[in-house]
């Protein structure tokens, strides 16, 4: 999954790092790892916090980049770009917030879309979890994901969520 999102990173990089002067050219590849290991652990925190509302907030919302993980994970890679490439927090918002809303929804987009294996939530949860469920409430979890409703269908991201669990 890490690999996958580095590669949706990079393909929103543009002028956030790739184009960003203040970002030399040879630690580019350095500032793409740095952003995608940033938004994973913005994700895995909310997860190992019990955030559920937050990660089905973020994944169930018409408009991703506007949910409050969105917020945290853009202010993450913006603290991290400070923190190893020396940039000023003007510099490190612009360049998170040029690129942070865009990956978020396209990590979003191909979750949800049944025709693009590039990211399964399963694959997503069982990274952000460690591959265990402990601590987790997955009744909760898979009642936000329909609404409360009990939907035994399986298909879309309820399947995906009850794949990993064994449900």
């Keep these: 999954m890490l690999e ?19 970002i030399p050219n040879e630690q580019n590849e350095e500032a793409v790892a ?27 919302a018409g408009n991703p980049a506007n949910s409050a993980l969105a917020q945290q994970a853009q202010t993450g890679v913006a603290q991290e770009l400070m923190a190893k490439f ?15 809303p865009d990956i978020l929804s396209q990590l979003v987009s191909k979750t949800n879309d049944p025709n693009d294996h ?16 402990s601590g987790l409430n997955v009744q909760d979890l898979l009642s936000q994901f329909t609404g409360g409703e009990n939907n035994s269908s399986g298909g879309g991201i309820l399947g995906a969520i009850k794949g990993l669990f064994g449900k």
Excluded: E, Y
């Design 118 to 133: 590039s990211f399964q939530l399963s694959d997503i949860l069982t990274h952000l979890t460690g591959g265990s469920s």
């Design 34 to 60: 740095t952003a995608s290991s940033s938004i994973i652990n913005t994700l895995t925190h909310a997860v190992s916090n019990g955030n559920l509302s937050g990660i089905t907030q973020l994944f169930n």
């Design 4 to 22: 996958n999102l580095t590669s949706l990173v990079r393909q929103f990089a543009g002028d956030s790092i790739i184009n960003n002067p203040a």
């Design 86 to 100: 020396g940039l000023d927090q003007s510099q490190a918002d612009h360049a998170a917030g040029g690129m942070v």
